[in-house]
């Protein structure tokens, strides 16, 4: 089966709404509520929430396999006197999980993040979200731990953090 990574464009929202929609449920719905995945999902991935995204220079990548869209990471430098990137999103559709495509996206944002100068790979995990193991086996260690009001939600995160 082919698998291919390319960078989006803003062409791609659709598609990137799409795949929000079809792995946020499975991924999150064991520990947040359907009114928090509903209104993060309309915040975050509506098409003018992501059109806006893309004018702030968050690079978006969609993962394919054999043509046909089923994940997508989002990234871009959020520290520039530390050279600090932020992953800001990664997810896959639930048939892909298990597969290596995740480490295929991480693999491939580190190298473009490392590749404009970054020193360190960050992003934000939800502290009940079995991903957490999976981030630590791509490198990343748990930098923080922080509650992030959020609308009227508390985010439960972990800060984690890879050299690059």
Same mark, same amino acid.
């Given at each position: 089966?082919?698998?291919? =990574?390319?960078? $989006?464009?803003?062409?791609? !929202?659709?598609? =990137?709404? &799409?795949?929000? /929609? %079809? @792995? *946020? *449920?499975? $991924?999150?719905?064991?520990?947040? @509520?359907? /009114? &928090? #995945?509903?209104?993060?999902?309309?915040?975050?991935?509506?098409? %003018?929430?992501?059109? &806006?995204?893309?004018? /702030?220079? =968050?690079?978006?990548?969609?993962?394919?396999?054999?043509?046909?869209? +089923?994940?997508?990471?989002?990234? @871009? %430098?959020?520290?520039?006197?530390?050279?600090?990137?932020?992953?800001?999103?990664?997810?896959?559709?639930?048939?892909?999980?298990?597969?290596?495509?995740?480490?295929?996206? =991480?693999?491939?944002?580190?190298?473009?993040?490392?590749?404009?100068?970054?020193? #360190?790979? %960050?992003?934000?995990?939800?502290?009940?979200?079995?991903? +957490?193991?999976?981030?630590?086996?791509?490198?990343?260690? #748990?930098?923080? @731990?922080?509650?992030?009001?959020?609308?009227?939600?508390?985010?439960?995160?972990? !800060?984690?953090?890879?050299?690059?």
């Amino acid at each position: 089966m082919s698998l291919s =990574i390319r960078t $989006a464009n803003p062409t791609d !929202i659709s598609t =990137i709404g &799409q795949l929000a /929609e %079809e @792995s *946020w *449920w499975p $991924a999150y719905s064991s520990f947040i @509520s359907a /009114e &928090q #995945i509903s209104y993060m999902l309309n915040e975050m991935y509506s098409p %003018e929430a992501l059109a &806006q995204q893309f004018s /702030e220079g =968050i690079t978006f990548l969609l993962v394919e396999r054999n043509g046909l869209a +089923v994940g997508f990471a989002a990234f @871009s %430098e959020t520290n520039i006197l530390e050279q600090v990137f932020k992953l800001h999103k990664l997810y896959l559709l639930p048939s892909e999980q298990g597969k290596g495509t995740g480490k295929l996206l =991480i693999d491939e944002v580190s190298t473009l993040s490392k590749n404009l100068g970054g020193l #360190i790979l %960050e992003l934000n995990v939800n502290r009940g979200n079995k991903a +957490v193991e999976f981030y630590k086996k791509q490198g990343f260690d #748990i930098h923080q @731990s922080l509650d992030i009001p959020y609308h009227t939600f508390v985010l439960n995160d972990y !800060i984690m953090r890879k050299a690059l």
